[in-house]
């Protein structure tokens, strides 16, 4: 079975990566772009924006496709994941939903907090994370 999710690349005006903490599987514990699952009658960009603010307490709007990602999932699941460029247009950071913590991360901090596989090798291939 193949289940739709979204992710948003977002940076914030100091060139910081919104990051999540994962709070339940798969990948609990881990950091990760904030995202989820497109519901059933949802578009890409409704998703994204109800599961950013669900998990972040930000607003945001969708703006290009930066990648798409399949990922294994429990029992034959795969998440298929695409990945977009974001922008907040509003709210307050704070950490909500199934995301432990949420935060703005340097690029030092990629090479330091523990991070779902193969996460910063598909930002790069896409060309998304600043040099």
């Not at 999710?5 to 903490?21: E, K, N, P, S």
Request: glycine share 12%.
């Amino acid at each position: 079975m193949r289940v739709n999710c979204v992710g948003a690349i977002v940076f914030d005006d100091a060139g910081r990566l919104l990051l999540i903490q994962r709070g339940r599987p798969p990948g609990e514990g881990l950091w990760s772009l904030p995202g989820g699952r497109v519901d059933a009658g949802e578009t890409d960009a409704e998703a994204l924006a109800r599961e950013l603010a669900e998990e972040t307490g930000l607003r945001v709007a969708a703006a290009l496709l930066a990648g798409t990602v399949d990922r294994p999932g429990p029992s034959g699941v795969t998440y298929v994941i695409r990945d977009y460029h974001a922008v907040v247009t509003g709210g307050r950071l704070r950490p909500g939903d199934d995301a432990r913590d949420a935060r703005w991360c340097t690029a030092a901090d990629l090479h330091t907090l523990p991070l779902t596989d193969g996460l910063v090798t598909a930002l790069r291939s896409w060309q998304a994370l600043p040099d």
